[in-house]
């Protein structure tokens, strides 16, 4: 299905447009991105719909401004009582834009060209990273392909970064390094060396680790929503829950010592 509408787009957009044919790889890749962003934004609405609350409505408005479904949403969050906000200057658009320092302009494939320019090696080294964090990227090739992008917008997503699909430079750096770079995105400041997020992923946690500490939870009576080995909302509310009723501070991220207690039978 997916394969058949990329092939279709590719062939609409051949036909209406010469093109070199060092050019074919730019649009196969320019449409593989787009459709990407379109499915991140449906799938975003249709957690939004399930969850059916103000705050799953804002939580969409904040990733899509000006998404396919923008409309909808603030409808929606006007019925529940919300404040909207008004469109962006890409209404209509559905791309979602990275932001850059001093620029807040530059999309975020333009960003990972220019702020994080890895060589074949890295690449590589970024996708066995993140599928050691839980994240599938579908192969180890270093071609960020949907499967990757997907996993770097998962990844984005679990640390409140935009869910561009897209690197910048910093983002690469903790992702390679497993803790957080030594200037923060978007502001030049100075960021924390760690954090409760980057401590964990500091861990390294395989996948399979990653659903022992599901089942745990899910076993001590705190909802998942899946045990499959990728830290999402659910999992990091049930952490946080389990954290508070331990009397611990309730990251949502874990340290050594709680992946022991949780995996421990």
Known sequence: MVRTMLSAALAATLL?????????????????????QQEQDRAAFAQAQSANTLSAYQSYLRQFPSGMYAQQARERVQRLGG????????????????????????????????GAA???????AVQRRLNALGYNTNGLDGNFGPGTRRAISLW???????????????QASEILRGQAPAASEGTGGSAAASGPAQDEAGLGLSRQQRAEV??????????????????????RNAIAAWQRANDLSATGYLTAAQVERLTAR
């Open 214 to 235: 599901q089942a745990g939870l899910t076993r001590r009576g705190f909802d998942t929503r899946g045990v499959d080995g990728v830290f999402g909302r659910g999992t």
């Open 16 to 36: 209406a447009t010469p093109v070199q044919a060092q050019d074919v790889g730019e649009i196969v890749g320019g449409i593989a991105r787009q459709y990407l």
């Open 118 to 124: 890895l060589t074949a090696d890295q690449r590589v």
């Open 156 to 170: 984005q997503r679990d640390r409140d970064y935009t869910q561009t699909g897209t690197l910048t430079q910093a």
């Open 83 to 114: 404040a909207v906000a008004p469109p962006s200057n890409q209404a209509g658009s559905g791309v979602t834009t990275g932001t850059q320092a001093g620029s807040g302009t530059t999309t975020g494939t333009q960003a990972e060209v220019a």
